[in-house]
């Protein structure tokens, strides 16, 4: 990303990775068109995905969305019948919940979202079968026709039980999130994945 806001991507381009509008792989850094004139002021990469939030708080996603990740109507997608998932290969508006908030930072898992307002509301959306939503549910719980959530949640959903805490920061491990509030506490959604973390000198540090 450039001073001016102003994104590039190279690499492999397969299931829209890129955001070029195609699944070519690209050798050399290559501007991503669709988002020219938005303003982007910061950008995440998932593990097959990538978000971007832009001056206006709005949030852009593309890329893979086998979990739900890129938080989406499926008729925006494309569909790949030799793996049988769905991807973007164009930078799209996240709207829907999201429509009305003022997004201030994002995070990526490997098939996971997160995004954090200016009110320090936090939402989420993707694959919650290890719990990384903070939703109550995952593969050990889940009951179809019962829970509340399936294990893939396509749309942001609002983390209700940080409603009482202000959060100040958000992260994303590949199956595992964590929040940290205005007075430095941590709050994390996993399962098994950590043996602790603490905040030393303002920074995040963890042993997993």
Known sequence: MTAQGQVYSWGQGEGGLL???NSIS??????????????????VCGGLHTLAVTKQGHVYSWGRAEGGQLGLPTD??????RT???????????????????????????????????????????????????????????EPGVSKYNLQVPDPT???KLRSVKI???FAGSTFSLFMTDKK????????VMEHYSILNNSFMGAV
């Open 19 to 21: 955001g070029h509008g």
């Open 26 to 43: 690209q050798p050399t850094p290559k501007k991503i068109d669709a988002l020219d004139g938005l303003s982007i002021t910061s950008i």
């Open 76 to 81: 925006q997608m494309f569909y790949d019948s």
């Open 84 to 142: 049988n998932d769905l991807y973007l290969t164009t930078p799209k508006r996240i709207r829907g919940p999201l429509d009305g908030h003022f997004v201030i930072q994002v995070a990526c898992g490997d098939a996971h979202s997160l995004a954090l307002t200016n009110l320090g509301l936090v939402y989420g959306w993707g694959y919650t079968n290890y719990g990384q939503l903070g939703l109550g549910v995952s593969q050990d719980n889940y």
């Open 158 to 160: 609002l983390i209700e």
């Open 168 to 170: 100040a920061e958000i």
């Open 185 to 192: 506490e941590v709050n994390y959604s996993l399962r098994n």
